[in-house]
């Protein structure tokens, strides 16, 4: 099965670079780009990509305001976003907006092709030291009544979330806490479904910034 890829970036170049290592990577195809914002939603309604790569800082529609439309349609498709800068106040509200997660510009080729099957897969990608920075940055009087779902987590999903603000993977989350990781999946989608997050980075996003986890 070919996954399908958007690409919304305004600079020429950098789609085309993009372009060039998703089609060379079996099992990867780049069906779409938009050169802003507001060009991508079409796109994705026509060709239904599975993956779509965002940019942050666009003209007319900036990838904040796409990726809130995006994750808002039937079928939406994962938004990975592509930035420049890592500490950047767009990435953190286009990971608040829906997105799956963040790629630099400058990642590696290899990287890159991980990131689009891992999101695809319904995973999330978590730079946790970054998120903890602009976490820090925007929710400094964060307060655990603005999450609700937060008073809901047992101890052990508290655990489970806690670990998972740290960026480990269900299989580390298991070996720390010394249980199957069945187990874990089962703790992973509670707390999902009781943050009302659609994705392991909404959790994250959310156990910031209702002052249960406090960045350091």
């Known amino acids: 099965m070919t996954l399908k890829v958007v690409i919304a970036d305004d600079e020429d170049l950098i789609r085309a670079g993009l372009r060039v290592i998703i089609d060379a990577e079996p099992g990867l195809s780049v069906v779409g780009e938009a050169g802003d914002?507001?060009?991508?939603?079409?796109?994705?309604?026509?060709?239904?990509?599975?993956?779509?790569?965002?940019?942050?800082?666009?003209?007319?529609?900036?990838?904040?305001?796409?990726?809130?439309?995006?994750?808002?349609?039937d079928e939406a498709p994962k938004v990975l976003v592509v930035t420049t800068f890592e500490n950047d106040d767009y990435v953190y509200e286009a990971l608040r907006a829906g997105a799956s997660g963040f790629l630099l510009k400058r990642t590696r080729p290899d990287e890159l092709v991980h990131a689009i099957k891992l999101v695809a897969a319904g995973e999330s990608l978590l730079f946790p030291a970054a998120i903890r920075t602009l976490a820090g940055r925007r929710s400094p009087d964060a307060r655990p009544a603005s999450v609700p779902g937060i008073a809901r987590l047992t101890g052990?999903?508290?655990?489970?979330?806690?670990?998972?603000?740290?960026?480990?993977?269900?299989?580390?989350?298991?070996?720390?806490?010394?249980?199957?990781?069945?187990?874990?999946?089962?703790?992973?989608?509670?707390?999902?479904?009781?943050l009302g997050a659609r994705d392991r980075t909404q959790a994250v996003i959310a156990a910031y910034e209702s002052g249960f986890v406090r960045p350091r």
């Open 37 to 73: 914002g507001a060009a991508v939603v079409p796109v994705v309604r026509r060709e239904r990509p599975d993956v779509v790569l965002m940019d942050v800082r666009m003209p007319a529609v900036d990838g904040i305001q796409a990726t809130r439309r995006l994750v808002a349609m």
């Open 156 to 194: 052990r999903e508290g655990d489970v979330l806690r670990l998972m603000t740290r960026g480990l993977s269900n299989g580390e989350i298991a070996a720390e806490l010394v249980v199957s990781q069945e187990t874990v999946k089962t703790h992973v989608g509670n707390v999902l479904t009781k």
